[in-house]
């Protein structure tokens, strides 16, 4: 996507180095961070530099190259890589390609191998714009959770994509923005990719959207995925599963849009999809500029209290309307029908 004229990939491998946009500091800053080696790429990763199930993909199948290109112990690596953040299919799918490419092929077939799982996740997330924009009529108006715009990928996005698709058809779609606590991917990351792509929208708090749907204001709701469960279960962001009971009450049809590289075949249910806890930090404070621009954090919770931070939530397939792939839009329980050649 452009970011004041100038394309960008969320994550990119530059020699040895891996790039990322730094993700912590959107919207308010826009500045490229570097990880000189696979430990540093797993600290961005841990720390959210890089977020969302595609991007953390592509940085960690590039964390794995430059295990290779360094001469790292590889089995040691991919232990590290994959316990930087365990909910997103898309992290193991590439660290496990990256990982063979290399044990075969040495440090070259590691990176063009990390450099083609980048590059398929920017055409898979293509083919989601296409089939999703189909699904959206003129002038809709459409919810979405956290952030699955083109920072969660390498480009494009899932659930934004088909936004992203519809404007440029012209249907003028509207999208209201889950502010997404703990962290505020939706207020801060989806809010700042609608108004840099000029698609009108509004950031509604977390618990204003039931009430929106209730009032006829919302067609329908795409959400992203972290992973899908063969039978259609799908984890994402803390707070979908609470707007899927409202849509189904409300009748607004809910979607989940995602790669297959998010699905995974070996996991029967939702119940085995692992749950990331996150840092009651996240939870007993926040952080923002103040009126001079100096960023602070404050505590916005009783000083004696501590938090619980689950950072995604389980949707049942049942709760889904369909799953937007890259090879078209299944129903939930069909979902093994995307992986099959
Ligand atoms: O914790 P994050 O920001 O990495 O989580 C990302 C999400 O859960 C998003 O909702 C997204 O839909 C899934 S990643 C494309």
């Not at 329908?220 to 994402?236: F, H, Q």
């Not at 599963?241 to 809910?254: C, T």
Request: net charge negative; proline share 5%.
């Amino acid at each position: 996507m452009l970011v004041s004229g100038i394309h960008y990939r969320t994550v990119w491998l530059a020699g040895e180095t891996v790039k990322m946009i730094e993700q912590n500091q959107l919207p308010f800053s826009f500045q490229i961070h570097d990880c000189p080696d696979y430990r540093a790429t797993c600290g961005a990763i841990q720390t959210m530099v890089v977020r969302g199930a595609g991007a953390i993909g592509s940085a960690a199948g590039y964390a794995m190259a430059q295990a290779f290109l360094a001469g790292d112990d590889a089995a040691l690596a991919k232990t590290a890589i994959e316990a930087t953040r365990p909910t997103a299919r898309n992290l193991f799918y590439a660290v496990e390609r990256v990982f063979a490419a290399g044990l075969a092929g040495g440090a070259g077939l590691a990176v063009a191998e990390a450099e083609k799982i980048a590059d398929e996740d920017c055409a898979a997330c293509q083919a989601i714009g296409e089939y999703g924009a189909a699904l959206l009529p003129e002038n809709c108006r459409l919810a979405t959770h956290c952030n699955a715009g083109w920072l969660a990928f390498t480009d494009y996005g899932s659930a934004l994509a088909p936004v992203y698709v519809a404007a440029r058809q012209g249907k003028n779609p509207f999208v209201y923005a889950d502010e997404t606590r703990p962290r505020g991917q939706g207020a801060r990351l989806t809010a700042w990719e609608l108004y840099g792509e000029g698609i009108a929208h509004a950031i509604i708090a977390d618990n204003a959207c039931a009430f929106l749907m209730a009032r006829g204001q919302i067609d329908l709701m795409i959400v992203g995925a972290d992973r899908v469960a063969a039978n259609g279960d799908a984890a994402n962001k803390i707070g979908t599963l609470e707007k899927a009971l409202a849509a189904r009450y409300f009748g607004v049809p809910f979607y989940v849009a995602a790669p297959t590289s998010t699905v995974d075949a070996a996991c029967p249910s939702g119940d085995a999809i692992p749950i990331e806890e996150r840092d009651p930090v996240e939870v007993l404070y926040q952080s923002g500029p103040d009126e001079n621009g100096v960023m602070r954090t404050i505590r916005v919770a009783s000083p004696s209290s501590t938090a619980s931070n689950p950072a995604f939530d389980v949707t049942p397939a049942a709760l889904i309307t369909g799953i937007i792939t890259e090879k078209g839009i299944f129903k939930p329980e069909n979902i093994g029908q995307a992986l099959l050649p």
